[in-house]
Structures are given as structure tokens and as C-alpha cells.
């Protein structure tokens, strides 16, 4: 993809215009996932106010993702050819109106779905905005590290969000500390409006995505096809660690401080990963799938670990070499396993001529693979156990690793541009 045209010549190459695009693209994520962050943080306030239970909760939380999952195809396509001013308009808006919805005039479960179903469809215009932006104003060979880093933003406002809100939540209740969440889509529709203004662009045969007819536009999207399949077996295991690692340390026979604070190592380690990844991705072809296998690898045996010491703790409980192996499991799957998704997502959007439509697509398995995940898990674990449930997900993730054995080839054989 060629660099935005309004962008000065040389302008992508300076340190400090290459840290605006990369902060405004991680605010920018940062906001699109705000409206579950928050709602997933101060669940115990919302419980006793809204009439949640854990039925209810997973359903409100499944609808933002199964949403994004609809809209999201889309929506990239449609920042693709309307520009990423547009795309950031919109996903910031609509996060903003969800979350003045939730202060003034959520009082039911029902309403706060219909809450994050909305959020949904902000994330749906944000995310792949976030990806254009950085393929646009960014040079070639820093693209990685500033999708990478783009990339912690998830992890790193629920770290932050995480020692905040929930003490605001107890002294001020739930409305005001969601209400202190708006800070985030102001602050990216400001960050975004001191980045250059893009010219239109000018008139030719080839299409927003680069791609020339669309019968070349079907078949970059089968081929992407495989890849959509993998981000949705990936968030299966992203989601479900989310919900299921404490349980399963505490199982283990750690205390719930203990095994959070784990988790927290484990996160930490994970965002470092990410910008690591970015960083070592952006010497490396777009083409070389190797690292993201050799992650996926890694992850693969992680959960595979969790399931055999969940496995022999069931036949022999207390402290000894199955506890040890959960322990070592959890913390590697939360690295390898937050973080090849991440890095399946650089690779396809480098590798495409329209960032917005492939995010939209990759987003598309992901929001199913993140809304059935954890669902998935729970009755997994109540028929066979929880080390068969674990043994399950490391397995999807070994499924997953042989649909991105070969390079995606979105580009069309014929030609079109390329970057």
C-alpha cells in the first residue's frame, strides 16, 4: 500500500510524525474496545443494579462481538474507499454515544445489550481505521513496529482502566466511572485531527483496495478465507483465558490474589511481546509466515501443558509437578497466545492491497471465534472436565497453524499495484 498522499514528502520517515500516527492508532483501538472494557471491569457494580448474572453478563458481552463479527467486512471495505478520517469519525462517535447511552439511560440488562451491540459496530469502523492509518502515514519499514505496539492497547487499557475504575465505581458509583471513559474517543478525534489531511485521491481503474474487478476482489477475499477461519480459532483461546485462567490457577490450588497476580505477570509479558514481534516482523517480508507459526507452535503446547496438569491434579490435588506445569501453561499461553493473533493481523495487513476490507475480514472470525469462545469452554469443562477443555483449545490452535502454513496471496494475478 503507498503511503497517504497527503502526507509531505519524507514525512512518514520522521521519528516524530511516525509516534503521532502510532499514538492516534493506539488510542484509537484503545477506544473502540472502552464499552466491554468497562463493563467487564465493573460487572459486580452492574449485577446489583442492572439485575446481571452470569448468563446475562456472557450475553451482553457475546453481542458486541457477534456485532462486530456482522458488520465489520463492511466496514472496512467502506473506510477503505471513504478514507480513514471518515472511519475515525465514525468508530469514535459511536463509541462516545454508547457510552453517554450507558451514563444517562441504561437502567436494564436489555438496554446495556443494546448498549454494547451498538459499541459493536463502533469497533467495526475503529479497528480496520486503525490498521489503514498506519499503512498510510507510515514508511514501509516501520509499519510492523507501530502495528505491534498499536496492538497493546487492548491489554494495556485494561491494565489501567483495571486500578482505576473499580475503586471510582465504589466511591461514585458505576455512572461516573464510565462516564470518565469519554476521555478516550475525544482524545482520538483530537489526536486525529493533527495528522495530515489526505488529498482525494485521483481518478483510475483501480479501486480503493487496489484490486481491479470484482471477480480479482472474490478471489482475494477466498484467499484470505483460511486466515479469517485461524483469527477465529486464535480469539477462541484468546477469549477463553480471559474468563478461565484465574479459575483454573485457583483450581490448581493458588489463592485468587496469587493467580491474579499471574495473570498480571503474564499480560505484561504479553504486550512487551507484541512490540517485540512488531519490531522483528518489520525486517522480515510480509510473505515469511514463519514467526507467527513458530508462536502459534508455542502457544499449541502452553495450552497443551494447562490440560495436562489440570488432567493430573483431577487424579492427584496438592502441590507438586502438576500444579507447576498449569502455572508454567498459563503464563506462556497468555504471551503466545495474545500474541499470535496479533501478529496473524500484521501479516495480513501488510500483505494486502486494501487494509480495511482485510482487517474487516480478519475481525469477522474473530468476533465469532470471541463470542462463542468462552461458551464453548464452559461446556467442554462440565462434560469432560477442564483438562479435556484446555487439551481442546490447544488443539484448535494446532488447526489454526495449518491454515497459515503458506502465505496468503491477496493480491490478484493479474497485476494491480503494488506497494
Known amino acids: 500500500m503507498t503511503r497517504d498522499p497527503g502526507l509531505p514528502r519524507g514525512a512518514g520517515d520522521r521519528d516524530g510524525a511516525r509516534h503521532a500516527v502510532g499514538l492516534f492508532a493506539f488510542v484509537l483501538l484503545a477506544t473502540s474496545v472502552a464499552v466491554p472494557t468497562v463493563v467487564g471491569l465493573l460487572a ?72 454494547l451491540a451498538l459499541a459493536g459496530v463502533g469497533y467495526a469502523f475503529a479497528s480496520p481505521t486503525s490498521n489503514i492509518v498506519v499503512m498510510s502515514l507510515v514508511a514501509p519499514g516501520r509499519q510492523a513496529s507501530v502495528l505491534g505496539l498499536k496492538q497493546t492497547a487492548p491489554p494495556l487499557l485494561m491494565a489501567a482502566a483495571g486500578a482505576v475504575l473499580p475503586a471510582l465505581a465504589h466511591a461514585r458509583g ?40 470484482p471477480g480479482e476482489r472474490r478471489r482475494a477475499r477466498r484467499a484470505l478465507a483460511p486466515l479469517v477461519v485461524a483469527a477465529g480459532l486464535g480469539t477462541f483461546s484468546v477469549a477463553t483465558l480471559t474468563g478461565f485462567a484465574v479459575v483454573t490457577l485457583v483450581a490448581a490450588g493458588h489463592g485468587p490474589v496469587v493467580a491474579a497476580g499471574v495473570v498480571s505477570v503474564g499480560s505484561l ?11 522483528f516482523l518489520d525486517g522480515r517480508p510480509a510473505s515469511d509466515v514463519r514467526p507467527l507459526l513458530a508462536v502459534m507452535g508455542a502457544a499449541a503446547v502452553a495450552l497443551l501443558l494447562v490440560a495436562l496438569g489440570s488432567y493430573g491434579l483431577g487424579r492427584a490435588p496438592g502441590p507438586g509437578p502438576w500444579q507447576v506445569l498449569v502455572v508454567v501453561g498459563v503464563v506462556i499461553s497468555l504471551v503466545a497466545a495474545w500474541t499470535w493473533p496479533a501478529l496473524l493481523l500484521i501479516g495480513v495487513v501488510r500483505g494486502s492491497e486494501g487494509a480495511g476490507a482485510a482487517s474487516g475480514l480478519i475481525q469477522l472470525g474473530s468476533g465469532i471465534g470471541s463470542a462463542v469462545g468462552p461458551a464453548v469452554f464452559g461446556l467442554l469443562s462440565s462434560v469432560g472436565g477442564r483438562g479435556w477443555a484446555w487439551a481442546t483449545m490447544g488443539v484448535l490452535t494446532v488447526v489454526a497453524a495449518s491454515l497459515v502454513r503458506r502465505p496468503p496471496s491477496p493480491r490478484p494475478p493479474g497485476g494491480g499495484p503494488t506497494s
Open 269 to 279: 509479558v504479553a504486550v512487551v511481546a507484541r512490540v517485540a514481534a512488531g519490531r
Open 44 to 115: 459486580v457494580e452492574l449485577e446489583g443494579d442492572l439485575g446481571l448474572d452470569d448468563a446475562r453478563l456472557g450475553l451482553v458481552v457475546s453481542a458486541f462481538w457477534a456485532v462486530t463479527a456482522v458488520t465489520a467486512p463492511l466496514a472496512g471495505r467502506w473506510v477503505d474507499h471513504r478514507g480513514w478520517r471518515l472511519g475515525a469519525l465514525w468508530g469514535a462517535l459511536t463509541t462516545a454515544t454508547g457510552l453517554v447511552l450507558a451514563v444517562a439511560l441504561v437502567d436494564t440488562w436489555t438496554e446495556l445489550l443494546a448498549v
Open 174 to 213: 458505576w455512572r461516573t466511572a464510565t462516564a470518565t471513559v469519554l476521555v478516550l474517543p475525544v482524545a482520538a478525534l483530537l489526536l486525529g485531527s493533527r495528522l495530515p489531511r489526505p488529498r482525494p485521491p485521483a481518478a483510475s481503474a483501480v479501486g480503493a483496495s487496489g484490486l481491479r474487478t
